[in-house]
């Protein structure tokens, strides 16, 4: 059975860190690339880093770059999310999801990520207080 798990999200002040975990079982891990999206309330799924685990190739969006690191440990089966001086709008619930082809579906606009990628796991929230 396919399984991602994400976790690590919590009540975190503004200007403050937390890194997130998402744990893979079910699956070559190795030969998949693992992103990391995050949906607020009212708002569209958005993508935000993703790694390749054969080669450690990485994609961060324009929008999370500089706050934001992408690591993943193969031997774990798990891919972290290092996030830095929060804000209160990256209140959001955060989800992982991997992908065989790579980053680029990550990388592409919504429509590509929110059907393209092959397992979803289910979600961490993280809410950021002012």
């Known amino acids: 059975e396919v399984q991602l798990q994400a976790s690590g999200g919590g009540l975190v002040q503004a200007g403050g860190s937390l890194r997130l975990s998402c744990t893979a079982s079910g699956f070559s891990f190795g030969d998949y690339a693992i992103g990391w999206f995050r949906q607020a309330p009212g708002k569209e799924l958005e993508a935000l880093s993703c790694?390749?685990?054969?080669?450690?190739?990485?994609y961060t969006s324009d929008s999370m770059k500089g706050r934001v690191t992408i690591s993943s440990d193969n031997a774990k089966n798990t891919v972290y999310l290092q996030m830095n001086s929060l804000k209160p709008e990256d209140t959001a619930v955060y989800y992982c999801?991997?992908?065989?082809?790579?980053?680029?579906?990550?990388?592409?606009?919504?429509?590509?990520?929110?059907?393209?990628?092959?397992?979803w796991g289910k979600g961490t929230l993280v809410t950021v207080s002012s």
């Open positions: 790694i390749r685990n054969a080669d450690g190739g990485t």
């Open positions: 999801a991997a992908d065989i082809v790579g980053c680029t579906v990550v990388a592409g606009p919504p429509s590509y990520y929110k059907d393209g990628m092959n397992y």
